[in-house]
């Protein structure tokens, strides 16, 4: 998933996977003209076909073969909030921080320890961060979804949910990734109907969205083309070099603790800027959150929350490369578990069990 991926919803790249559309059953609901007679969909075939030098025709006999998936616009429908659902950290890291997901890393990392090498020395990504990125989107491979591609996109691009707060940014968000995906498709002489990916479109071990695998793919074992979904290579090598186009900053820590001082704390100015790394180690420490063991750090640094449910919130502070790894999908707790897990994994191939991070909270 790439990344603009992480716009949807927290964990888009990270949310369990459906099972394949069956059969559409009989129902008394309203039934959709197909694609070719609506003409929102004409007009978008003709500007596309212009814009990317594509057949027309082909578009349209493309289409003709996609499937309109309910599913996806209900799963893209933000769920009301209730205290119920309130965000809770440590549920959502139980979820990957577990062992069957470390076991599989375990496994994966031995088996491509020379390429996780490689790519680390080539982008400056440390190996540990690929593994809990593809660990958190696939399960190292095991769970890179069953929907077809061409039919999560033409959903998504012509029948976004209305009821979205961003319907119409969204929608053109969707109708981009599929020109892209079905140029590829035109490009490469390939059968747009067989990729399979998740219910937003992304897919292969990384869960690229098309317009990343067209912009930070790479073809990382040198055969000669660029497979996401049968080469770990070319996913290991694409991983790390979205990373690095995205601002990675080969050394730099990804977090802190933060040490709170309460007679300073301006919590409400520190938190304004959410996770984009807006203040000096010393700004944060004049407004009452000092990075622990990050007084030198150097760059600009971010006061994260952690909401735990009904209980206080908790806090760690973000660098640039935290921020970085939310570029993959936007939410503070998908970049820490991808931290956490690739750590928790370089742990347990050392015999070891790594040490959980906890977040501080505010003394009352």
């Known amino acids: 998933m790439t990344p603009l991926l992480r716009l949807l919803a927290t964990s888009v790249l990270t949310a369990a996977l459906l099972p394949a559309c069956a059969a559409p059953k009989k129902t008394d609901a309203p039934q959709r003209p197909p694609l070719s007679q609506r003409a929102d969909v004409q007009n978008w075939v003709a500007d596309t076909a212009q814009r990317n030098n594509l057949d027309a025709q082909w578009l349209q006999a493309q289409l003709a073969q996609a499937r309109f998936l309910p599913q996806v616009p209900r799963l893209m429908t933000p769920a009301p909030k209730t205290t119920s659902t309130a965000p809770d950290w440590a549920s959502y890291r139980n979820r990957f921080i577990e062992p069957i997901r470390i076991r599989a890393g375990v496994q994966f990392w031995n088996e491509h320890a020379d390429t996780l090498a490689r790519a680390e020395a080539t982008y400056g990504v440390p190996a540990s961060i690929i593994v809990g990125i593809i660990g958190v989107e696939t399960i190292y491979g095991r769970h890179m979804g069953n929907l077809r ?216």
């Open 149 to 364: 591609v061409l039919d999560t996109l033409s959903t998504l691009a012509f029948d976004f949910p209305q009821a979205h707060p961003r319907a119409a940014q969204r929608q053109a968000y969707f109708q981009g990734e599929l020109a892209q995906f079905l140029s590829t498709a035109w490009a490469q002489g390939s059968d747009p109907t067989l990729p399979l990916g998740s219910y937003a479109g992304a897919a292969g071990l990384g869960q690229f969205m098309p317009t990343s695998q067209e912009k930070w793919a790479v073809d990382f074992d040198g055969d000669g083309q660029i497979d996401l979904f049968n080469s770990a290579a070319d996913a290991i090598g694409s991983v790390a070099h979205y990373f690095q186009a995205h601002g990675w900053i080969s050394g730099l820590p990804v977090v802190y603790l933060p040490v709170f001082d309460p007679e300073k704390l301006d919590l409400a100015t520190l938190l304004v800027p959410d996770i984009l790394p807006s203040f000096t180690p010393e700004q944060m420490s004049a407004l009452g959150a000092h990075p622990e063991e990050g007084m030198g750090h150097p760059g600009l640094l971010a006061l994260i929350e952690l909401k735990n449910g009904r209980n206080p919130p908790s806090y760690v502070v973000g660098t640039q490369n935290f921020y970085t790894i939310t570029r993959y999908n936007w939410s503070s707790y998908y970049a820490l578990a991808v931290y956490e897990l690739g750590e928790a994994v370089a742990a347990a191939r050392q015999g070891t069990s790594s040490v959980p991070i906890q977040p501080r909270v505010i003394a009352p």
